[in-house]
T-cell receptor, first 117, second 116 residues
Framework: AQTVTQSQPEMSVQEAETVTLSCTYDTSESNYYLFWYKQPPSRQMILVIRQEAYKQQNATENRFSVNFQKAAKSFSLKISDSQLGDTAMYFCAFMKHGGSGTYKYIFGTGTRLKVLA | GAVVSQHPSRVICKSGTSVKIECRSLDFQATTMFWYRQFPKQSLMLMATSNEGSKATYEQGVEKDKFLINHASLTLSTLTVTSAHPEDSSFYIC????????????FGQGTRLTVV
C-alpha cells in the first residue's frame, strides 16, 4: 500500500525568507505523480506544484520548487521569498497511475505553515 | 477550465436521516472521482474511488452501506450518507480526474455536514 509521510506538523518562517517542507512516500510503483497542495482557511485545495516520477528534472513554479529524490522516495517543497499569503496548511499527495483505469490519490498528514511579518 | 462544483457547501440534518452530496465536473468529463473526509486540522482521508458506470472502490474501514457512492455519468458523482449520526459530522471533499489526461485531480469546494 502507498503511504505519504510529512514529519513536520508545524513550521514558521519570516517573511521574505526561504522554507523547506519535507515529504516522504512509500510505493512499489514506477509510474506515479507527486503533488504539493495548499489549503487556506477556506479549505479549497489549491495545487502548488506537480512532479511526474519519470521526469528527473525538479519541477518549479515561480517561488515554489521541489527536490525530488526518487531513489530515496523524498519530495520536499521549497518556498522562496515567503509571503504572508503563503500561510496555510500544505499537503503532499501521491497519485498512483493504475492499470485498467484505476487510480489512487492519497495525502500526507499535512504541515501547517505560518509566515511571520 | 477544469472546474469541479460540489453541492451543497453546508448542510445540517437530523440524526437518522440521509443526505446527498453532489460532485460535478462542469467543463470536462471525469472517469474517476475521489471522495475524502477531513476532520478539523487533519488530513484528507480517502474514503472511496468511483469510476463512471462501475461500483465504487472503498478504502478499508469505510462502510459502503453507510456511504453510498454513485457515479452514473461522466460529470456527476454523488455521496449519500445514510442514517446519519452526529459522528458522521465532518468536512467532505470530492475531486475528479479528467478523462484522457489524468495528470492531476481537480477539487470541489467541500461540504460541511453537521448532524444534530
Amino acid at each position: 500500500a502507498q503511504t505519504v509521510t510529512q514529519s513536520q506538523p508545524e513550521m514558521s518562517v519570516q517573511e521574505a525568507e526561504t522554507v523547506t517542507l519535507s515529504c516522504t512516500y512509500d510505493t512499489s510503483e514506477s509510474n506515479y505523480y507527486l503533488f504539493w497542495y495548499k489549503q487556506p482557511p477556506s479549505r479549497q485545495m489549491i495545487l502548488v506544484i506537480r512532479q511526474e516520477a519519470y521526469k528527473q528534472q525538479n519541477a518549479t513554479e515561480n517561488r515554489f520548487s521541489v527536490n525530488f529524490q526518487k531513489a530515496a522516495k523524498s519530495f520536499s517543497l521549497k518556498i522562496s521569498d515567503s509571503q504572508l499569503g503563503d500561510t496555510a496548511m500544505y499537503f503532499c499527495a501521491f497519485m498512483k497511475h493504475g492499470g485498467s483505469g484505476t487510480y489512487k490519490y492519497i495525502f500526507g498528514t499535512g504541515t501547517r505553515l505560518k509566515v511571520l511579518a | 477550465g477544469a472546474v469541479v462544483s460540489q453541492h451543497p457547501s453546508r448542510v445540517i440534518c437530523k440524526s437518522g436521516t440521509s443526505v446527498k452530496i453532489e460532485c460535478r465536473s462542469l467543463d470536462f468529463q471525469a472517469t474517476t472521482m475521489f471522495w475524502y473526509r477531513q476532520f478539523p486540522k487533519q488530513s484528507l482521508m480517502l474514503m472511496a474511488t468511483s469510476n463512471e458506470g462501475s461500483k465504487a472502490t472503498y478504502e478499508q474501514g469505510v462502510e459502503k452501506d453507510k456511504f453510498l457512492i454513485n457515479h452514473a455519468s461522466l460529470t456527476l458523482s454523488t455521496l449519500t450518507v445514510t442514517s446519519a449520526h452526529p459522528e458522521d459530522s465532518s468536512f467532505y471533499i470530492c475531486s475528479a480526474l479528467r478523462q484522457g489526461a489524468p495528470t492531476e485531480a481537480f477539487f470541489g469546494q467541500g461540504t460541511r455536514l453537521t448532524v444534530v
